[in-house]
């Protein structure tokens, strides 16, 4: 989603006459409601634009920023006529019907990510793993010469065999969930799991299926290409497959190299992520403006990048809070650079670093 600043998108109050704190005659004047823009339809009801608005955030929380204005528009025009229903029709219908609002949310929601877009997030949550698993292993061999000589390890209940716990709050299309199964197995980290949660199902349809074009695919670095396998020459048995080459994966081949002499149109080109990072990835429906908990299980990294932004201060400090609930003690909550600053929880610090907003949960 285009990123805006807050001051550009949160500057309304209770008592402003519309979401965004200008009246449709502002709308006028700023040009928005310019015949090309605006349909008819609801041009000639333009209370019906200030409800959507708010009835998205009343369901979500997400406060669409005003150079969204016009998508919103289109959106709500797009599922009434898909569902030939009229506009009144259509308001009536999503209050009690959970699959139109679904469908609604999605074509309003503009899932937009990227695969490695914050590096050092990546690089840093990759470190903590390590760390884990090194001190797990370490605790495991102490553990088991302290047993006595034929007892047996349960691995169910050894503590020391859980796994390293992420999860991505807002995860989008799954590029950052992946980019992490890529950066954890590439170290040689095996004992983990990465839990994805979005509102919108269509991406998280997107994010399961792990399939990409290949302007997505460019993005992943060389060390990680080889998480990548081509869909369309997979499926031509006559050729050698870019997938059997990446089945090697001490391979130091460029696929991309390899695509682009052999299919005709790059840009048709799907990147499919390779089978052995899906076991360790789950992506769930999850709305993190309610109080339900996404998952039991307490976290050692939550990641909420590129979401909070679209929040009300208040929504978010709430949101955070629930966050740091579900965290271990002594894990970590990451955000992207810049976001929420205002944030002072008692139970959690602020960890120093130059590129990656922490934090460390130091009570519970
Ligand atoms: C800009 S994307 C960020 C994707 C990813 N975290 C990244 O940094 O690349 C924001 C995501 O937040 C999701 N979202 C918005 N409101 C949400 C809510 N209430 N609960 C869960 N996800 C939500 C949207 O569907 C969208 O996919």
Same mark, same amino acid.
């Given at each position: 989603? +285009?990123?805006?600043?807050?001051?550009?998108?949160?500057?309304?109050?209770?008592?402003?006459?519309?979401?965004?704190?200008?009246? *449709?005659?502002?709308?006028?004047?700023?040009?928005?409601?310019? /015949?090309?823009?605006?349909?008819?339809?609801?041009?000639?009801?333009?209370?019906?634009?200030?409800?959507?608005?708010?009835?998205? @955030?009343?369901?979500?929380?997400?406060?669409?920023?005003?150079?969204?204005?016009?998508?919103?528009?289109?959106?709500?025009?797009?599922?009434? !006529?898909?569902?030939?229903?009229? *506009?009144?029709?259509?308001?009536?219908?999503? $209050?009690?019907?959970?699959?139109?609002?679904?469908? &609604? *949310?999605? +074509?309003?929601?503009?899932?937009?990510?990227?695969?490695?877009?914050?590096?050092?997030?990546?690089?840093?949550?990759? !470190? &903590?793993?390590?760390?884990?698993?090194?001190?797990?292993?370490?605790?495991?061999?102490?553990?088991?010469? @302290?047993?006595?000589?034929?007892?047996?390890?349960?691995?169910?209940?050894?503590?020391?065999?859980?796994?390293?716990?992420?999860?991505?709050?807002?995860?989008?299309?799954?590029?950052?969930?992946?980019? &992490?199964?890529?950066?954890?197995?590439?170290?040689?980290?095996?004992?983990?799991?990465? *839990?994805?949660?979005?509102?919108?199902?269509?991406?998280?349809?997107?994010?399961? +299926? %792990?399939?990409?074009?290949?302007?997505?695919?460019?993005?992943?670095?060389?060390?990680?290409?080889?998480?990548?396998? /081509?869909?369309?020459?997979?499926? $031509?048995?006559?050729?050698?497959?870019? /997938?059997?080459?990446?089945?090697?994966?001490?391979?130091?081949?460029?696929?991309? &190299?390899?695509?682009?002499?052999?299919?005709?149109?790059?840009?048709?080109? +799907?990147?499919?992520?390779?089978? $052995?990072?899906?076991?360790?990835?789950?992506?769930?429906?999850?709305?993190?403006?309610?109080?339900?908990?996404?998952?039991?299980?307490?976290?050692?990294?939550?990641?909420?990048?590129?979401?909070?932004?679209?929040?009300?201060?208040?929504?978010?400090?709430?949101?955070?809070?629930?966050? !740091?609930?579900?965290? @271990?003690?002594?894990?970590?909550?990451?955000? !992207?650079? %810049? @976001?929420?600053?205002?944030?002072?929880?008692?139970?959690?610090?602020?960890?120093?670093?130059?590129?990656?907003?922490?934090?460390?949960?130091? /009570?519970?």
């Amino acid at each position: 989603m +285009t990123r805006i600043t807050k001051s550009q998108s949160i500057q309304h109050t209770e008592n402003s006459s519309n979401l965004y704190g200008f009246t *449709l005659k502002d709308s006028v004047d700023m040009g928005v409601t310019n /015949s090309k823009l605006i349909s008819p339809r609801l041009r000639d009801r333009p209370i019906a634009a200030r409800q959507w608005q708010r009835y998205i @955030e009343k369901k979500i929380g997400f406060v669409l920023p005003d150079e969204q204005f016009q998508w919103l528009l289109n959106a709500v025009e797009r599922t009434a !006529a898909e569902n030939t229903l009229s *506009l009144s029709q259509l308001w009536d219908a999503v $209050q009690t019907d959970n699959q139109l609002n679904q469908q &609604l *949310l999605d +074509t309003v929601l503009i899932p937009e990510s990227r695969f490695f877009r914050h590096q050092p997030s990546i690089d840093f949550v990759t !470190a &903590l793993a390590a760390q884990y698993c090194q001190q797990s292993r370490h605790s495991c061999v102490e553990d088991c010469l @302290e047993r006595p000589v034929g007892s047996r390890v349960d691995r169910n209940v050894d503590k020391n065999n859980q796994p390293f716990r992420i999860w991505s709050v807002g995860c989008s299309t799954g590029q950052e969930v992946w980019s &992490l199964a890529m950066s954890l197995t590439a170290s040689h980290i095996a004992n983990y799991k990465i *839990l994805g949660s979005d509102v919108s199902q269509q991406a998280l349809h997107r994010a399961r +299926t %792990g399939q990409y074009d290949q302007r997505q695919q460019q993005l992943i670095p060389f060390a990680y290409q080889r998480f990548m396998q /081509s869909v369309v020459l997979s499926e $031509q048995k006559d050729r050698q497959t870019v /997938s059997q080459r990446q089945v090697d994966m001490n391979s130091q081949e460029v696929p991309r &190299l390899v695509l682009d002499s052999a299919v005709p149109n790059k840009n048709l080109a +799907t990147w499919q992520i390779t089978p $052995q990072l899906h076991e360790h990835v789950d992506f769930i429906w999850h709305n993190i403006f309610t109080k339900d908990p996404a998952t039991l299980h307490l976290q050692h990294v939550i990641l909420c990048q590129n979401m909070l932004i679209y929040f009300r201060q208040f929504d978010q400090r709430d949101i955070l809070t629930r966050l !740091a609930a579900q965290c @271990e003690l002594g894990g970590h909550i990451i955000l !992207a650079p %810049g @976001e929420a600053l205002f944030w002072r929880p008692s139970n959690m610090r602020r960890v120093t670093h130059s590129k990656v907003n922490v934090w460390q949960k130091i /009570s519970a």
